[in-house]
């Protein structure tokens, strides 16, 4: 008998035909289909090459098949891929040991997701709520523009009406308060009194345009909640494992969470999630929380090649160095296109830049020059390249985007250029 082909099931249609015929929709897609990544790299189905500055949205740690990421991966599918949580296996607790050695928690739960980590830690600060603060009703404060995932509790925790819609009733015992905000907080939070069990931040607003936290609100915010039992609970999921230049978002803070939460970059594309809390509020007891594939062997011994490897290579040093450089390149081109780019914001390697125009048409415009990127809401277009870029890979970065952008300036104007 022949081999499989992968392909023999395609017939004469295309992959994006197949997509729309049998996959739901809940994607505007980009016209290209992916086939193969090399670090900072992706090939499409042409065999046309494209620098990733997303890197599956802040995942892809390493980048496209790291050698120790491939071995972690291929080693631990030969010995033991899956079992249950009804047993011990040495890979989740050796990932556990890591993060808890490595961060100010002392207790780990693994899932697959942000998502699912969110849903954990408003499960924790509920039970933390009922059983030791004696909260009946308990309240929990996320932030507006904040971004938290799609699940339902997640998505009510996400103070962004458009992604509610249609989605009603959210979960109830959620408000929002607005973010780096100290005054407009302090009302939420007296508006709820006693009620309040947790407040869940992001420490750098992601989707919600690329907003670095404010530590002198952070730090507030942390006296407020020890002085009144408040879990001070943070999502790490897209800042976390060193993005940032720091190994988690809440060191560019100045404070330490008592909860917070990790997914996308923690193995660096093999689906997991986790959250993470400090021994007095780990409250969850057997038959509490589960998840069938959370902490499997495969994706916790694939996460810790990731954190190994973040140490071995300085990765996190590296993040805090071409992020600087990358947010340098940036600010020229925003200095050269005033009338397109207002200003850049962000820490480490997840740099916004923010628009005059939709952030789609710089995607677009981008994407035409060989460059992948990712908006952050309508009017803000987010880097966030693997951890191991370069400062080579960031100048080509650079120049695609130049083009790009001076394609838009020629485009507006009808005239040769409207460069400053
Ligand atoms: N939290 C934050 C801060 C995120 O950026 C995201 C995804 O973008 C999520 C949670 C949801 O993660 P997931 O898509 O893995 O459920």
Redesign the pocket.
């Known amino acids: 008998m022949p081999p499989l082909s992968v392909d023999a099931p395609l017939g004469s249609a295309t992959t994006a035909e197949l997509f729309n015929r049998h996959v739901m929709s809940t994607y505007a897609r980009y016209p290209l289909t992916l086939v193969r990544g090399e670090g900072c790299r992706v090939w499409d189905e042409e065999g046309r090459e494209y620098l990733d500055f997303v890197a599956g949205?802040a995942t892809c740690t390493l980048g496209h098949a790291h050698p120790a990421w491939i071995q972690a991966l291929t080693q631990q599918a030969q010995q033991l891929h899956h079992v249950s949580n009804l047993y011990y296996n040495r890979p989740q607790a050796q990932l556990a040991q890591w993060l808890t050695q490595h961060s100010c928690a002392d207790k780990v739960f693994f899932c697959n997701?942000?998502?699912?980590a969110?849903e954990g830690a408003i499960k924790l600060a509920r039970k933390y709520a009922h059983t030791v603060r004696g909260i009946q009703d308990p309240v929990i404060l996320t932030a507006q523009a904040s971004?938290?995932?799609?699940t339902l509790a997640?998505l009510t925790a996400t103070g962004q009406p458009k992604y509610q819609k249609d989605f009603a009733p959210l979960v109830p015992g959620f408000d929002y308060v607005p973010y780096n905000d100290i005054e407009g907080t302090a009302a939420v939070l007296e508006r709820w009194g006693e009620r309040v069990c947790a407040v869940l931040l992001?420490p750098l607003q992601?989707?919600g345009g690329v907003v670095p936290g404010d530590p002198a609100y952070f730090q507030w915010l942390r006296r407020v909640c020890s002085e009144r039992g408040i879990l001070l609970m943070l999502?790490e999921?897209?800042v976390g494992m060193g993005r940032t230049g720091r190994l988690w978002g809440y060191c560019n803070l100045g404070i330490e969470p008592d909860v917070f939460t990790l997914?996308?970059g923690l193995a660096g594309g093999i689906p997991i999630?986790a959250l993470l809390a400090k021994e007095f509020c780990a409250v969850f007891q057997p038959g509490d929380h589960a998840s069938t594939f959370g902490g499997n062997p495969l994706a916790c011994a694939v996460g810790l090649a990731v954190c190994h490897t973040l140490m071995a290579e300085s990765l996190v040093w590296n993040a805090q160095q071409t992020g600087d450089y990358l947010r340098q390149g940036l600010s020229r081109l925003a200095e050269q296109f005033p009338q397109l780019v207002q200003e850049v914001r962000g820490w480490g390697l997840i740099q916004g830049l923010v628009l005059r125009i939709p952030a789609a048409e710089v995607v677009r415009a981008a994407l035409e020059q060989g460059l992948l990127l990712v908006p952050a809401g309508s009017q803000v277009v987010r880097f966030v390249p693997p951890l191991i870029v370069t400062p080579k890979e960031i100048d080509e970065a650079l120049v695609r985007l130049e083009s790009a952008l001076q394609s838009l300036a020629v485009g507006d104007s009808g005239t040769e250029s409207l460069k400053a």
């Open positions: 949205i997701s942000g998502a699912e969110n971004f938290h995932g799609r997640a992001e992601g989707e999502d999921v897209q997914a996308k999630g």
